[in-house]
């Protein structure tokens, strides 16, 4: 079975704050991603990432950036926390390549006081 | 327009009953269709794959019309722990996903 696994389940930080968040897969899989979801507007792309050391933006990538210096961890950093990135942020694998479905991690709760 | 449009719902089904809902795509080059659910403060799990040709598991049903754009998800006989939000996930180019704000099912008794 797939795990994906995120750092943490609930998180509070002060703004201004550098926030890490860590994703780690326990398989092979190439392409990982990191989705906020927020209610009303679904899920949306902050940034992807298709193998080691490299990454794309997604939709929404201002005030955020991404590592992944190893295949099975992909890290987000909230450079400088603010208010509006209160959020549920998920992680998600692909199964494999092309069309395939992916599989999320159980997401970190992140409140900004 | 949205690049995936659902119904919010909620959709307040008896226990037993049928319920339907659709979700409309933009891409009309969109590859793979997917449904995924979402209990309340988890993350989205994969419920089905959506197919040409339409595919059944158990009691849910989904099919997916390419000429008028969207994929629709069936319920039957509907259970208690059906009660969820229902997320319609649309692929139109490799690597790039697609998120309706999903459509939400309270089953009661």
């Known amino acids: 079975d797939v795990k994906v696994t995120q750092s943490s389940r609930y998180l509070v930080k002060r703004t201004g704050e550098k926030v890490f968040l860590e994703c780690v897969q326990d398989m092979d899989h190439e392409n990982m991603f990191w989705y906020r979801q927020d209610p009303g507007l679904g899920l949306r792309l902050i940034y992807f990432?298709?193998?080691?050391?490299?990454?794309e933006k997604g939709d929404i990538p201002e005030g955020y950036s991404v590592s992944r210096e190893k295949k099975e961890r992909f890290s987000l950093i909230l450079e400088s926390a603010s208010t509006n990135q209160t959020s549920m942020y998920l992680c998600?694998?692909?199964?494999?390549?092309?069309?395939?479905?992916?599989?999320f991690g159980p997401g970190t709760r992140l409140t900004v006081l | 327009r949205k690049e995936v449009e659902q119904d919010p719902g909620p959709f307040n089904v008896p226990e037993g009953a049928t319920v339907a809902f659709n979700c409309t795509y933009s891409n009309s080059a969109s590859q793979s269709f997917f449904w995924y659910r979402q209990d309340c403060r988890k993350e989205p799990k994969l419920l089905m794959s959506?197919?040409?040709s339409g595919n059944e598991d158990g009691r849910f049903t989904a099919q997916l019309n390419r000429a008028s754009q969207y994929i629709s998800l069936l319920i039957r006989d509907s259970k208690l722990s059906d009660s969820a939000t229902y997320l319609c996930?649309?692929?139109?180019?490799?690597?790039?996903?697609?998120f309706g704000a999903g459509t939400q099912v309270v089953v009661t008794p």
């Open positions: 959506v197919y040409s």
């Open positions: 990432s298709y193998d080691v050391k490299m990454k």
């Open positions: 996930v649309v692929n139109p180019v490799v690597r790039k996903f697609q």
């Open positions: 998600a694998i692909q199964i494999g390549l092309g069309y395939n479905e992916q599989f």
